[in-house]
């Protein structure tokens, strides 16, 4: 009888647990399977604990650039099996249309390729980048040694928006074998604009191509102003930083009487040029073009030639030549993975790898550590890079990082206006005054 008791309450044990939900161990087993299952399918990696992750990633550039992107990518990913990263490179034309298109969604990429100046400071001042500031803090982020100067390039407003892919800086590169040819003095650290404009005119009448390619007039007005000791934009962003128009109709003029005489190609000419290995350049029918350092290997594998460098003309060139970040890269806020798209700039930054790949692409790596790793082992094309952005840093002044949100409408403005003068349908005058309404009228909005 005892022993039937004990049976019975055995069994109506059993059944409270049941039905107060208590698990059988097959149950219990079947419930931690299943709640595997729905963390894989939240994204977790069940094998390895790990979330998984996707980022966008956004750059501009040529066709070598967006390869070498895709191994750096791959790099990443086989030591980040948990992250895959999603390429969405364009050419530099509608890059940042592309942009602003995105940005009025909200729907920046997680991490973007970013232009110092008129774009970032655009971003910024709409509040659509994350301050980067806690992840240098923290060593996501690892910028140590990294000179204060650059360092405040990616800052706008004081707080850090962009880390610079890489130091920078305006040159002329030009073609020496084509230059001697034409009997026409070479470029050197020190030369003028009337020297330049000799040597332009000196190639084009011994050789009947053109003496210069047709500078475009963003950057190089900017260095213009700041070689006349001027600047683009004024302290507070409200207004145009140069008083005397003369200077803009002295530019203007410049370039179009090399137009009307032969010595540089008009915007029809510009307008039929595909991509950066498609550049007048490359195919010697212009012995110098006014570009960015980080072009030279891509224009000399593109050549098949020695190209040069040189700073620009002007007798204060000291004054307008300055040190630029190539690139910076940013992260969208609306981003949801800020910390992992951190973690890829980092691997950006402090990866020697990352710059055998790329080379100075992307300029000259910020970090000392990495900079003294590449100089053991440079090419020919790398080493006129790191040699110039050395001459450069000790030959130059401080960039001007006093972008309004609103430039790239102001410096739209300027282009278009370049333009208009260079087909003849307005005077350099006209063009200076027009450009001066147009850009007060935008900045004080």
Partial sequence: MK????LLCAALMASFMVACGGETEEEAEGTEEEAGNENAEDGEDASSGEEEITLRMSWWGSQGRHDMTNEIIE????ENPNVTIQPDFTGFDGYFEKMATQAAGGNLPDIMQQNHG??????ANQDQLADLQPF???GTIDVEGVG???MQSGEVNETLVGIPTGVNALAGLYDPEMIEEAGAEMPHEDWTWEEFETMAETVHEETGEYGVRLMEPGN???YYVREKGQRLFNDDGSGLGYEDDQLLVDYLTMNKEMVDEGVAPGYDTIGEIQGLEDELLIHQEAPIDFRWTNQLGTMTDASGRTIEMTPLPGENNDDGMYLKPAMLWSIGKNSEHKEEAAKFINFYTNQVEVYEIAGSDRGVPISPEIQEEMSEDLDETEQKVYDYIDHITDNSSPIDSNYPAEAAEVLNSLADIDELVMYGQLEPEQGAEQFRTEAESILGQ
């Avoid at 790099?75 to 086989?78: A, D, I, V």
């Avoid at 008129?118 to 971003?123: S, T």
């Fill in 136 to 138: 240098v803090d923290d």
């Fill in 75 to 78: 790099l990443y990913e086989e």
């Fill in 148 to 150: 204060e100067t650059i």
């Fill in 118 to 123: 008129e774009f970032v400071n655009q971003y």
């Fill in 3 to 6: 022993k039937l008791l004990l």
């Fill in 220 to 222: 190089m007005f900017e």
